[in-house]
């Protein structure tokens, strides 16, 4: 036997139970107190039966008369008068943690650590928790049953139903409740200075750095500038290039033969290739190898040095292959580095890569392989088929915070455009303003969203002229814009120096990401260098 007490309007509410724990209510009473003579005393009493509205006055005596005789007296909160009451009476009471809204209803509902869900600053259980958060999700159009199962399940994860309503309103949006997790970044370990390596003092002198990350000092150990043939997996932004800069160059200079620097992308390919002339001008030349436009028109003829007669060669995929394929000579080649070789599970590309890859070895017998990438579905089965050792590198030089948010459509690109300019306004502490990638799934979208973000955005994708992708490049990494709209061109391993990285869809196309997709999209943020 037990009564429950709770505060009730001007009084309080109680029940009259056969046991605290089983939730079995007999009556439903509610008692005012008042000030007399005597102390506090019971002025008025009703009763009812659960579930029933019609009420009973009853004497207060037979409430002072059940409430001894019911067992333990339990209070949902400190009720400074009703315990001054039962001071008076001698009664002895505790404190109970009991579900609140469930009482409303005539249930009893114990709460412990594990069953107890946050609702403000009190605590409810789980099943009404959910039925408050169906609620809400009943004003959100077009929320499919998996999304409602989903968001649930968050609820029973975080415990705190604040925290998953925050998800889905936007407008009063609190990060640190949105925040799905956090990958930290990797501790500070000790790594080489380049000056000890054995590395030819021009490279050493040019290549603008100092120390080893993680991934590179790996690579090190593991045989890179023995020529030992490597499939480096590692983050974005651990410095898988400088991997293959190091074994070229290293290898080029002590007349092993030039480096071939492949990508899946022309725009990546421009890119690398502008960094690569500038950066060992002093060294060699480099030279690109990509495909050409059929159109002969001032914005799409080709830029740089064309062909394969530099020291260093950076080239498409397409690109080489196409050359090899028509009989013409790649010769001299010591190093082959296969940035984003994850493209050999893509279905379209795939297999052309992979032949790409036995012409290669069958041009360059003696050249060290050396094959880049974040994401790879099975490392090791891959690293055994290329005959190469699996350098694998997990952590992240940049933490990187997760947030899952949830909106209605008419309000995801204000929402987009407030969280890009309040990350704009935000600068590293290496003095860098926070700038955003976003991914959409189609150009057309590109385009309307980069316009509604305004004239700080502009839209990215292949079906940009050359000259079109550079200037929105050379303005992102000068800090002149706050955001790039961009479908998969960006994913491929363009290298932007971005703080966020906001998903307005997680399709490209008609087709879902995948998670090596997603993973490799989500990766473009953060960068060690700026943040």
Sequence with gaps: MATIVQPYKKGYKVFFCDDKKAGKIKHVGTVELEQTSKG??????FVRRPGTSHVQKTPTKEFITVLRANGAVMLTETLPEFQDFLRGMNIKWEKVSLCRTCLFDDRIMPLN???????????VCLDCAKRELRRELAHIKRLGKRTQLHIEELLEEYRDLDMVLAILQPESLDTKKTMFDCLEAHEQVATERIENLPLPREFVDVCGVDTLMPAQQLAVEA??????????VAATASGKTFIGEMAGLKNYLEKRGRMLFLVPLVALANQKYDRFSEKYKGITQTSIMTGTSRLNLPETR???NRGSGGGIVVGTYEGVDNMLRKGMKLNNIGTVVIDEVQTLEDPER????????ARLKYVAPKAQFLYLSATIGSP???AKKLHASLVPYAERPVALERHLIFTEKDAKVPYIKKLVFEEFNKVSSKGYKGQTIVFTNARTRCHSLAEAIGSMAAPYHAGLTSQERRQVEKKFEEGKLACVVTTAALAAGVDFPASQVIFDALAMGINWLSVQEFHQMMGRAGRPDYH
């Design 40 to 45: 506090m005393r019971p002025s008025e009493f």
């Design 113 to 123: 650590e594990q069953t107890r869900i946050r609702c403000g600053t009190e605590f």
């Design 223 to 232: 045989g890179l500038l023995y020529g030992k043939d490597l499939l480096v």
């Design 302 to 304: 080709a830029v740089g």
């Design 350 to 357: 795939g297999h052309r890569l992979d032949g790409l890859i």
């Design 380 to 382: 090791h089965i891959l």
